[in-house]
């Protein structure tokens, strides 16, 4: 079974431009997620999808940041105009109903 | 609210020896608790979870957690430390009334001498 796959594993833009983040969660996965960990901090939450549904965006920092999950299948992140302060590290995360999540090896975006 | 506080940033052992990782967590109603690993360059590992069954968890690679509720901690231990064990170590917390959202301790970093 492929894990989840997140893509680019690294990205370095200039403060102003627009990334964008996929996840591929494993397949049948109803749950995705998306978390964050910026320098020092902790990870925290920034949302969850359930199929294409937004089931909480809570945690999303700011209006910066839009979140897709088209069909159900794949998430998108965008980040834009990306600040310095959006550098971090970018989980995703997918499960099914009941179970732990299933993490990513994450995005690391650098802001300059 | 739920918050997880995870008391030591680093820890360092000798390889053979205990490993002993502390959390001690806080909930308003009855949590699922869980410990992730993230090696160099990968992503988070489950090591073990803990969801109301047995208070003494056991998980992959010789790790175990007791869940104790008096003392609010969920401790992660391991009796001899290998040098693969080397690697950032979140414990983590859940629960209903937060609609199952994730919260992290602030990891910590495990290091193994030869």
């Known amino acids: 079974e492929a894990g989840v796959t997140q893509f680019p594993s690294h990205s370095v833009i200039e403060k102003g431009q627009t990334v964008t983040l996929r996840c591929d969660p494993i397949?049948?996965?109803?749950?995705l997620y998306w978390y964050r960990r910026v320098m020092g901090k902790e990870i925290k939450f920034l949302l969850h999808?359930?199929?294409?549904?937004?089931?909480?965006e809570s945690g999303m920092p700011n209006n910066r940041f839009l979140a897709e999950r088209t069909g159900g299948t794949y998430s998108t992140l965008k980040v834009q105009p990306a600040e310095l302060e959006d550098s971090g590290v970018y989980f995703c995360?997918?499960?099914?109903?009941?179970?732990?999540?299933?993490f990513g090896n994450g995005t690391r975006l650098t802001v300059t | 609210a739920q918050s997880v506080t995870q008391l030591d940033s680093h820890v360092s052992v000798s390889e053979g020896t205990p490993v002993l990782l502390r959390c001690n967590y806080s909930s308003s109603y009855s949590p699922s608790l869980f410990w992730y690993v993230q090696h160099p360059n990968k992503g988070l590992q489950l090591l073990l979870k803990y969801t109301s069954a047995a208070t003494l968890v056991k998980g992959i690679n010789g790790f175990e957690a007791e869940f104790k509720k008096s003392e609010t901690s969920f401790h992660l231990t391991k009796p001899s430390a290998h040098m693969s064990d080397a690697a950032e170590y979140f414990c983590v917390v859940s629960a209903l009334n937060a609609g199952n959202m994730l919260t992290f301790g602030g990891g910590t970093r495990l290091m193994v001498k030869p």
């Open positions: 995360a997918s499960s099914q109903v009941g179970s732990p999540l299933h």
């Open positions: 397949s049948g996965h109803d749950n």
């Open positions: 999808f359930v199929k294409e549904s937004k089931q909480d």
